[in-house]
């Protein structure tokens, strides 16, 4: 990478992007740049014809009958098989279900109920938040399981044979740092554990394989780089194998084998489906399944090279020109070592944040003092990694972060 | 009522309506009579406009900046504060969140944890079936907890000093009936025990007053009377006085006291939000808050009293003018003991719906042999239900609800 990277040479390399063609699929306003994606995906331009087809017509019109005419019902199912190709999983692995938390729920209390008395649910600290807090309220309900949360380094360690299941995110939030999926899913499996994988900030921008590292289960996130809008539902994967020895508690009437038959006895869906729980949120997967749809033409592996060679530009732009700003990058310089954003540690990163935000370039800010940057591979491009990075010099170079009375306080004091 | 009610009679009931204006606010199909609002609710048209707005401006345009913005974070408890006039509830003890399916699940598990060794969930047989499945789960997790399924007449027998919680639905999803919230909930408080209401066919249609019968929690669906869209996100309610010491197991984000914040321990937040998991479906939302704020201008007890008249009208057309044809009426005459629909039992439900949806008559079917009617008081009228009994008299005086083979069939055998 040359070492005064230009704008031109930004925009040759959008004008040379295999990928460069699927910018045009989505609403971008053009006064910003958008480095969020990993946070909350941009808008497909059809997904919001389908929400008005699916809102005025489908429900407007045909009511009640949509769920036949329409196949509203098959909905869950369809959003599975179109993820599916994006985490290396069978279409019958896979469905779209509330939220990853709820989802997270029933695969936890499922692994426990599975584990035969092994007492203890592992993770890491640092782990997404919910992640740990659904952790922690699914354990409390068996009176003899515990949660052990250990830091990340002493995980292999801590893979013990009381340890009924292993709860990782994939791709830190913070970081961005990407754990090992092939080697933890096997550790793991060889002292007799399942592991559960959170995708939420690995599918739909970097490589997944899930069947490819034996995994067992997992879940993930509509609304990343799914782009299913905000709060969409989310997925979860459960490995053929294991589908029909697991029984998630939240035992709802789409989860029936038959549920339509209205009989007062549970009876669990033969496959993935019994993972289901309630009526099937029907705007929101239109949406969802709408934005899928741009995926089955994008092939991942251009997705894949195209996140790692942003987030090697924003680093490398970042140390240029921003060297002595008091950056410090946590985000592993290597590729397969990370996901698809970029993360620097600063004092005064949300003053940053909040500075660049004001000038159109949105990342945003993680407690404490982290400055996140999201390289959305489907749409963002090498000029808006440009761009995002002058606008940062700027505001560094002018502490245009810091209000006037704190500079003010600054040279008075 | 006149026993040969006619036509213009039931137009002028519809220009005396005093609620007859609400109808407009609605996208109703001009060539369909849509009696099955108590499935699926009609799109408010305001709600349509919202959805494109919440889409194509607020995400498309705010992209991540509109949770702030447009306060998307505060949805959850907005709606809740919509719905609580309409169930007798404190704006502070109602959420949006989640489906019906899981909203019962962590109120069950929160009454099972309180309950301090009571080993019993009671509900009553041909409860609504993800009732009775989420109940058999919840109950699963306990090993010291059975279900007990009792007939609707032996319930106030069967509550005894070993049940947890009564989990019962407010109006039978088939037949119609209304229990008697405030008895049931006083013999079961005499007993010991809390009580769980599902009002899923309640809530917008007829009177509930949960704090005037010292309810303890509540559940309900937003798809149905309140209009909210297909899958519509849940509410839940759970009185002040227990908020505190209730915990659900499905302890996501949204439940922490300070989400924000992201810390490893999950510290449930002091009032109803600990009963939310993860991130608030915003889209849905947006339509469900949308169609709500139309029950701000509506006055409760007229929208009960037309429900009732509707129903009475209704029951006493199909007497008199589907006589003989085999109908059994089995939902109650007094409107008291009774929500919003009106239910038959017939041998040929299933065709004679089939044949009614040809002709435009939107009812539903329920098996094994339920023709079912459902009157929404805010946009069905009096014609409405005259054309539809205009109908089905047509079908079943020409039998169009049987086939020309099983007619055939019929003839020569």
Redesign the interface.
């Known amino acids: 990478m040359s070492p005064h990277f230009t704008l031109d040479e930004a925009r040759a390399l959008d004008m040379h992007d295999p990928l460069r063609a699927f910018r045009e699929r989505f ?1 971008l ?1 053009e006064e ?1 740049v ?1 480095l ?1 994606g990993n ?2 995906g ?2 497909p331009a059809r ?2 014809a389908r ?2 087809e699916a ?2 017509n ?4 045909g ?5 036949n005419l329409h196949d ?1 019902i098959g909905a869950p199912q369809r959003a599975g098989a179109l993820i599916a190709p994006l985490i290396g999983a069978k279409a019958s692995e896979v469905v779209v279900a ?5 989802n997270l ?1 029933k695969l936890i ?1 499922s692994a426990i109920r599975a584990a035969g008395g092994r007492g203890a649910v592992l993770t890491e ?3 997404f ?2 992640d ?3 952790a ?3 354990v ?2 068996f009176g003899d399981c515990t949660l052990k ?1 250990v830091p990340t380094d002493d995980l292999p360690a801590a893979i013990d044979d009381d340890v009924a299941v292993l709860v990782l995110t994939h791709v830190h939030y913070k970081t961005g740092a990407r754990h090992d999926m092939a080697a933890l899913t096997a550790a793991a499996q060889a002292k007799g554990a399942l592991v559960i994988w959170d995708l939420s900030h690995s599918a739909g921008a970097i490589a997944v394989d899930l069947n490819g590292c034996n995994a067992d289960m997992a879940i993930g996130c509509g ?1 990343k780089y799914l782009n299913g ?6 997925f979860l994967f459960v490995a053929e194998r294991h589908q029909l020895h697991l029984s ?9 084998a038959a ?8 009876q669990p869906a033969p496959g993935i489906s019994r993972f289901l ?9 239109a ?1 969802l399944e709408e934005s899928l749809g741009i995926f089955a033409e994008v092939d991942q592996v251009l997705l894949a090279d195209k996140s790692a060679l942003m987030c090697d530009l924003l680093i490398a732009l970042v140390e240029e020109r921003c060297a002595g700003f008091g950056f410090e990058l946590i985000t592993p310089r290597n590729p397969a070592a990370r996901g698809s954003h970029v993360s620097f540690a600063h004092d005064e990163a949300h003053a940053i944040c909040q500075a660049l ?1 004001a000038r159109g370039v ?1 990342g ?1 800010f ?2 404490p003092d982290v400055l996140r940057f999201g390289c959305t591979p489907l749409y963002c491009g090498f000029e808006d990694i440009w761009r995002a990075v002058d606008t940062l010099q700027m505001v560094m170079a002018t502490r245009a972060w810091d209000s006037p009375e704190h500079q003010l306080r600054q040279r008075v004091t």
Chains 1, 2 share one sequence.
């Open positions: 609403i306003p910003i958008y969020d946070s909350l941009a808008l997904s919001a929400l008005r809102v005025e489908e429900w407007g019109r009511l009640i009958r949509s769920w509203w509330d939220s990853t938390s709820q729920f209390v600290a640092g782990n938040p919910t740990l807090y659904i922690e309220g699914a409390g309900l949360v609304y809008g905000p709060g969409a539902p989310a998630p508690a939240t035992t709802g009437w789409m989860g029936h549920p339509f038959q209205f009989r007062d006895d549970y729980c309630g009526t099937p949120p029907v705007i929101a997967l949406a935000i949105i945003d993680r407690a």
